[in-house]
């Protein structure tokens, strides 16, 4: 019997939400503003989507996001 590999999607909503704001070429200070979260939880949860993702840095997890047609 072989079991059907369920796929997750590595990134939420919120977090696709916060990279499509980035990806419009909002800095980090108008992103918070934007969604309602402080400076420095953007700027810790967009480093954590990276570590997860295992890019370098910001403009790479929006084009990794880009490149799955995720944005």
């Known amino acids: 019997m072989t079991v059907p ?3 997750r999607q590595p ?3 919120q977090e696709l939400h916060l990279l499509r ?7 980090t200070d ?4 934007r ?9 810790r949860r967009v ?4 570590d997860r993702l295992g890019v ?3 403009i790479s997890a929006v084009v990794w996001a880009v490149r799955r047609g995720l944005l």
């Open 47 to 50: 480093r954590a989507i990276c």
């Open 21 to 27: 704001l980035l990806a419009d070429g909002l800095p």
């Open 56 to 58: 370098p840095a910001p």
């Open 35 to 43: 969604i309602g979260m402080s400076e420095r939880t953007v700027r």
């Open 5 to 7: 590999i369920v796929r």
């Open 11 to 13: 990134l939420d909503d």
């Open 30 to 33: 108008a992103v918070a503003r």
